[in-house]
């Protein structure tokens, strides 16, 4: 099924089985009838060399596990919705084309999203011995200035990649010419992909007030120039601390490019907006900037895909319940709760809309 992300603007809240993996029920994480078809599945690619398989206890939307495959320390995703989805040979081509841009990325060991054997995808990645910065920084090892400006210096080097077209890349394509290329030919046709069914999920849900998503509608509508791209850069597209790998002192790699697109060069800078604030973004912005210039009317940029960006979490965090969840979330800072999270997430789209509005610099935020 080559086509399963052509109408998504983002995979955890836009795919058929919207919401599909972000249970953080253990037992709906650690299935032992999938683990033991992993292992089978592994056993024929490593000729038997399969040691010491175990769950990862990820929080994200894949299936994570630890293993020691072929001698090597290695760490794995799966993929099991009912989409079919293959997406993870995307990610396995980009993981390789952003470290020859000078990116550090794992290693990828093997990728599987055939499901000739197994009912799910998977993909096996070289572990990084190093926690993700978002940890670090919970636990008060990590100064967010000057990781911020590297973060920033990254971002504008994995621009380099320029992928045809718009959105996310097409299988069938990189099947046929080793080649990443978007579903879309227009970056308008993107960003407002799925932008009217978020809209009205979060005002049905009452997170929104009917008045607010008016408002929000305007003002896109008001800024359409800006998202006629001539061409598209690499965009992470889940750009956050948790997505790091490193130390308090260097970044080691940057991973799960799962949603990947070819999109505007503020998007990922935007992305740190949803979870920093303007002292962060201030450092990031001074990394990318001395290493690549800042593009026209950065500032509303950096503001549209804020606002479209915290939609798409307003919507996974509602439908995910990700504001019901105490402490120990992956999102949730020491001492808050899903409500702590609600209220953060309803400020942030308001204070995107206020600097779209005004063209305020993102240091502002």
């Known amino acids: ?47 038997g060399d399969v040691r010491d398989l175990r769950p990862a206890g990820g929080q994200g939307n894949h299936l994570t596990f630890l293993a020691v495959l072929g001698g090597r320390e290695a760490f794995i995703r799966i993929e099991d919705g009912p989409e079919q989805d293959d997406y993870l040979k995307v990610e396995s081509a980009v993981l390789a084309t952003v470290n020859l841009a000078g990116v550090p990325t794992p290693r990828v060991y093997a990728v599987d999203a055939g ?20 940890q670090l920084h919970k636990d008060g090892r990590l100064g967010l200035a000057p990781v ?8 504008a080097r994995w621009q380099d990649v320029a992928p045809a077209g718009f959105g996310p890349f097409r299988t069938d394509f990189l099947d ?41 509608r305007a003002e ?48 990922d800078l935007s992305l740190l907006g949803c979870f920093y604030d303007g002292a962060v973004l201030r450092e990031a912005f001074a990394g990318y900037a001395a290493a690549r210039p800042l593009p026209p009317e950065y500032r509303r ?21 990700y504001f019901d969840l105490g402490g120990g979330f992956f999102l949730l800072g020491p001492g808050s709760t899903g409500a702590d999270l609600r209220q953060f997430t309803a400020a942030r789209i308001r204070a995107a809309l206020h600097g779209l509005q005004n063209s305020l610099d993102p240091e502002s935020l």
């Open 1 to 47: 099924m080559p086509f399963v992300r052509q109408n998504i603007y983002y995979w955890k809240c836009d795919r058929a089985a919207a919401f599909h993996g972000t249970s953080q029920n253990a037992e709906v994480r650690e299935r032992p009838e999938l683990q033991s078809q992993l292992a089978a599945a592994l056993a024929r690619r490593f000729k």
């Open 220 to 267: 896109i509508a008001r800024h359409a120039s800006l998202l006629a791209l001539p061409s598209g850069c690499l965009v992470h597209k889940d750009l956050a601390l948790w997505n790091i790998l490193g130390t308090p002192e260097r970044i080691a790699a940057v991973i799960d490019w799962d949603d990947c697109i070819a999109g505007d060069p503020m998007d």
């Open 301 to 321: 940029r950096f503001w549209l895909h804020l606002l479209r960006n915290m939609l798409v979490k307003a919507v996974i965090r509602v439908g995910a319940g």
């Open 176 to 216: 046929a010419h080793d080649q990443l290329a978007g579903y879309h030919g227009r970056y308008a046709d993107y960003y407002h992909t799925a932008l009217e069914r978020h809209l009205t999920f979060l005002v049905d849900r009452a997170f929104l007030a009917a008045a607010e998503a008016d408002a929000i």
């Open 115 to 134: 499901r000739s054997e197994v009912p799910f995808a998977w993909q096996v990645l070289e572990r990084i011995p190093c926690p993700d910065l978002n």
């Open 148 to 155: 911020a400006r590297q973060i920033g210096a990254l971002v």
